[in-house]
């Protein structure tokens, strides 16, 4: 009997594996040719899984009569070539299996198979209410100042279908944001096919960007991808850009592997915020994926930041990327004048700092709003028996219970560890000695509030944390006051500080900087001088009087304080380069740590031991690769886990992926996924993680 060749298809599915399977395709039942990309459901031990073809052959290696059928395909457009290579290199880079790597990337919706048969129709019909809705008014663009006039023109001499990296360097409003989108208009208008890809380190930071492009780009369909959007919102907005209906899409890290196309250019805003770095799963920086996606596809890309990264500075530095520099902010507005104070040493019931009272006060009759800027939520850190010292350990983890004056829906005081989860009720007596004299240690934004608020009674104060802004809807009303004008005094965390164009702030006042900046990460200064300049930036968008920030620390001449007084980002980027440069750190050398956890310590010890002494055998030690002892984490029990991590360094780059890919074979053939088969400890490899 004739019989034809049998269509076998290899798919990778959503599962710490590296492998990928074999199936039978049988063409009559599912109506459609296999083709790579495509999207698909499988029988997978005893249940069904989505799987991603990357594969179409007639050959296997496994008994036919044993195979199993593909079930069901997605009524998708196959993932194309060029974000398969994206998908690829991230699994290989991010030692992540290939099949997590890029199932994880396409939105939940898409992945339950019980979306694919309900008609197609009515998703597309709900894209063009979606494409209908955005504001058809044209708003009149403002005229492009000199530097921005400039900047445009060294874009536009980008010679289309190459690949090139520019950083658009400038302070905060010196006009980044209306750059970019005018070379983006530029792009747009040359192919009527064309999409564009800009990516923001923070939802909340989107709604307003998001209205900023829909009056720049009124005909435009755009499409919004974050994690605060239902599945379903994601489903058709990912579905817009992976048809072209969408022609700039604006994300999140998250956005960086959809299928766009026909993408002419990438934008990464504020590129050295550290929200493009994940922290769980694949561990991938979305900038770096960015720039990555940019060269394999031939695209500019362009890298926004008032403080970049040390990495992209090192970058420009080596001639790598070109860097574009606006100098001034728009509008003449004056950079506001830095003031460094000690705090009081008074330690009454008011903890605020008295020059900073009294500069609220001159700042209120003006008119004019303050930002009260600290970085803890909450009331107190902790709390405290004042007779016996006993303090309010979490029992899952190594860190305190925050006290909260209110938590959700608990309206009495309650204590709460900020890295579990735990909630408990302030107990009325010592657990040590019995004592009722408790007391709360330190001050959080409600604790800053509540003094605020008693020394202002007049004054609107508001407060901005994530647990005021718990929603993306909430914080919009938040963010809403502050514009309007009707707060006075805003008291919160650092999510007050990014990207915001609050018009009226006459004072900013940073609490607790050195709690960040003597920390055992040495990224701590890069990220607070970064975060100051920012935070400095939401003040002094308006002409005339001269604004301020005081700043409370401890360490006045530590060089990040020095150098925010005098605004000397260059000053402090060459000084942070020499200490990287000496010390083999990022940008000069290349890390990566293995990640372990189980619930005894010695168990995870042991393990990292083991794993360390594997590493040493089979490391190039002429290459330059350092292999550390394993140590506990900085937050050493989270939720009743033991953690440890075990840092290797090295010189250059390649030798330290032959060494990570070769450890995550002989890990995996000791393991069920990431769970190792005699200890059951829970490990993963991170790749040029941020902290160590
Ligand atoms: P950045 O992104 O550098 O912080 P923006 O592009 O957001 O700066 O610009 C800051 C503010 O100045 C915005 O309100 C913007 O609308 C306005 N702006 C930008 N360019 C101009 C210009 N050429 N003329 C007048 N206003 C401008
Ligand atoms: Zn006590
Ligand atoms: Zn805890």
Redesign the pocket.
């Known amino acids: 009997m004739n019989q034809s060749a049998p269509i076998i298809v290899k798919v990778v599915v959503d599962r710490p594996l590296n492998d990928a399977f074999d199936y039978l395709w049988n063409s009559a039942t599912l109506g459609a040719k296999p083709e790579i990309g495509m999207l698909v459901e499988v029988p997978f031990g005893r249940t069904n899984l989505i799987g991603l073809i990357i594969e179409v052959s007639s050959y296997t290696q496994i008994n036919q009569t044993k195979l199993k059928n593909v079930l069901q395909v997605a009524p998708l457009i196959p993932l194309d070539s060029r974000l398969m290579q994206l998908g690829y290199f991230a699994s290989q880079y991010y030692i992540h299996g290939l099949g997590e790597t890029l199932i994880s990337a396409i939105p939940k919706w898409w992945r339950t198979s019980t979306h694919w048969n309900k008609p197609l129709q009515q998703l597309i019909a709900k894209e063009r209410a979606t494409a209908q809705s955005n504001s058809k008014k044209k708003i009149a663009q ?4 000199e530097e ?1 006039t400039h900047a445009i023109q060294i874009l536009s001499n980008h010679q289309a279908g190459t690949f090139n990296t520019y950083l658009l360097n ?10 970019y989108l005018t070379f983006i208009e530029s792009l747009l208008k040359l192919d009527r096919g064309a999409q564009a890809l800009i990516m923001l380190p923070e939802i909340n930071l989107t709604p307003q960007l998001q209205r ?1 492009i829909q009056e720049h780009f009124p005909e435009e369909n755009l499409a919004i991808l974050h994690s605060g959007l239902t599945e379903k919102q994601r489903g058709i907005a990912w579905h817009q850009a992976m048809t072209g209906a969408a022609r700039i899409v604006l994300g999140t890290r998250l956005s960086i592997m959809t299928p766009l196309p026909k993408l002419v250019a990438i934008i990464v ?1 504020e590129e050295n915020d550290s929200s493009f770095k994940q922290q769980e799963g694949l561990g991938y920086s979305a900038r770096d994926l960015a720039i990555w996606r940019a060269k394999n596809e031939r695209l500019p890309i362009i890298l ?1 930041s ?1 403080t970049p990264s040390s990495q992209t500075w090192h970058a420009v530095k080596e001639g790598r990327y070109q860097e574009i520099r ?1 100098t001034n ?3 003449g507005f004056q950079s506001p004048s830095v003031e460094l104070v000690s705090p009081d040493k008074s330690s009454g019931s008011i903890t605020i700092n008295s020059k900073m009272i009294s500069a609220l006060e001159d700042n209120l009759h003006k008119n004019r709003q303050s930002l009260i800027l600290i970085n803890r939520r909450g009331m107190a850190p902790v709390i405290t028996c004042l007779s016996c010292g006993w303090l309010s350990e979490c029992n899952n983890c190594s860190s305190y219970m925050v006290m909260h004056r209110q938590l959700g829906h608990f309206k009495s005081p309650m204590m709460c560890c900020h890295h579990c989860g735990k909630v408990k009720t302030i107990p009325q007596r010592c657990a040590l000695c019995g004592d009722a004299d408790l007391q709360p240690l330190g001050r959080g934004t409600q604790k800053i509030e509540d003094q605020l608020q008693t020394l202002f009674p007049e004054a609107k104060v508001l407060r901005v944390d994530a647990d005021t802004a718990r929603t993306s809807k909430k914080s919009e009303a938040l963010f809403e006051e502050i514009h309007d004008g009707s707060a006075q005094i805003i008291v919160g965390t650092q999510m007050l500080a990014k ?1 915001h ?1 609050y018009q009226n702030i006459g004072l900013v006042c940073v609490l607790d900087a050195d709690a960040r900046l003597y920390s055992n990460d040495y990224m701590a200064p890069e990220h607070l001088f970064a975060q100051l300049v920012q935070v400095a ?1 939401r003040a002094g ?1 308006f002409s005339g009087e001269p604004t301020q920030i005081l700043i409370e620390t401890r360490y006045p001449n530590d060089p990040v304080y020095q150098y925010i007084k005098k605004f000397d980002l260059v000053g402090f980027m060459e000084n942070l380069m020499l200490t990287r440069q000496e010390a083999g750190l990022p940008p000069f050398g290349y890390q990566a740590l293995v990640h372990a956890e189980a619930k005894q310590r010695q168990e995870v010890l042991a393990w990292l031991n083991h794993t360390k002494e594997y590493l040493q055998s089979i490391a190039d030690t002429q290459a330059g690769i350092t292999i550390f002892d394993p140590v506990p984490k900085s937050i050493a029990r989270l939720g009743g886990w033991e953690r440890s991590q075990l840092l290797i360094e090295s010189r250059q780059r390649g030798p330290l992926q032959a060494l990570l890919s070769a450890l995550d074979q002989y890990l995996r053939e000791r393991s069920v996924g990431r769970i190792s088969k005699i200890s059951k400890v829970r490990w993963s490899i991170e790749r040029d993680p941020l902290i160590i």
């Not at 400038?170 to 750059?179: E, L, P």
């Open positions: 403002n005229q492009l100042n921005q400038g302070v905060t409003g010196s006009g980044k944001t209306a750059v900023r805003d926004v008032a606006l902010r728009v509008g990207g164009d930036g968008r």
